[in-house]
């Protein structure tokens, strides 16, 4: 059987009379439109509350809202408890971010690669959990070679 793709059928209709190369491939390897805008990576997360005064470090973001809408509060929901975000730092000055996790304290060992974060900026307990059980959110970071 010949085996042909569509791509030996694809034809240019229109083109200029000095045509540009592209400087490269706009897909990605599922084949989808990628964007052209590229941001850098994610370098640095940490949590705060806001309700408690905390400001975030300068050149920092705050995770405000769930790509549904959602407001991106970590306590959303819980009676008597101070509003928690998460916030972070892109950049390209550290080795990028790659895996972000939950560690609920005496429950389980994280990897000897990985993070916590253990405090606020306004050097408070980092936990993210609105019960006496302590939760914290750890990080992995690319491994520079």
């Keep these: ?3 042909r793709r569509v791509a030996d059928y694809f034809v240019v209709a229109g ?4 045509p540009k190369l592209l400087k490269e491939n706009i897909f990605n390897d599922s ?8 941001i850098d990576p994610i370098t640095d997360i940490g ?3 806001p309700s408690l005064g905390e ?4 050149d920092y973001e705050v995770l405000e809202n769930t790509p549904s809408g959602l407001l991106a509060d970590l306590n959303y929901g819980s009676v008597r408890t101070t509003a928690c975000f ?3 730092r892109r950049g390209k000055d550290k080795s990028p971010l790659v895996d972000i996790g939950v560690m609920y304290e ?3 060992r994280i990897m000897s690669d990985a993070e916590i974060v253990l405090n606020t900026p306004g050097d408070r307990l980092a936990n993210v959990n609105n019960s006496s059980a302590k939760t914290f959110i750890t990080f992995r970071r690319a491994k520079t070679d």
């Design 106 to 108: 005496g429950a389980e």
């Design 1 to 3: 059987m010949d085996e």
């Design 31 to 38: 084949s989808h439109l990628r964007s052209a805008v590229t």
């Design 15 to 18: 083109m200029p009379e000095n």
């Design 86 to 88: 998460i916030y972070y």
């Design 47 to 49: 949590v705060f509350f």
């Design 55 to 58: 400001k975030i470090p300068a």
